[in-house]
């Protein structure tokens, strides 16, 4: 059994910074890809940025610039620095985690409750 936890949501005004956490626990071999979608009410699930074991990372166009995840493999953690916030970020923010529970078998996508951050104008 595999548990992700995303912490450190809020509420915010334009401008200002966030951060968000997220750790993965459990029966944990490796773990490829860690990241971060979003969710807005009436709006599709979509990626904000990920980062793959190695230290590469990919982000959305709308938050280049602003956004920075970094993770940390001994610690199965992963971080979202979110700065310039704007009211467009507001979402339910999902960290997600692709485990390998042994060395042979699939890796399974994981998922965190979801956190709110609310940019206000």
């Known amino acids: 059994q595999v548990h992700v936890v995303e912490s450190g949501g809020g509420l915010v005004q334009a401008g200002g910074s966030l951060r968000l956490s997220c750790a993965a626990s459990g029966s944990i071999f490796s773990i490829n890809v860690m990241g971060w979608y979003r969710q807005a009410p009436g709006k599709q699930r979509e990626l904000v940025a990920a980062?793959?074991?190695?230290?590469?990372?990919n982000y959305a166009e709308s938050v280049k610039g602003r956004f920075t995840i970094s993770r940390d493999n001994a610690k199965n953690t992963v971080v979202l620095q979110m700065n310039s916030l704007k009211p467009d970020d507001t979402a339910v923010y999902y960290c997600?985690?692709?485990?390998?529970?042994?060395?042979?078998?699939?890796?399974?996508?994981?998922w965190g409750q979801g956190t709110q951050v609310t940019v206000s104008s």
């Open positions: 980062i793959i074991s190695g230290g590469s990372t």
């Open positions: 997600n985690a692709d485990v390998r529970t042994n060395d042979r078998g699939p890796t399974f996508r994981y």
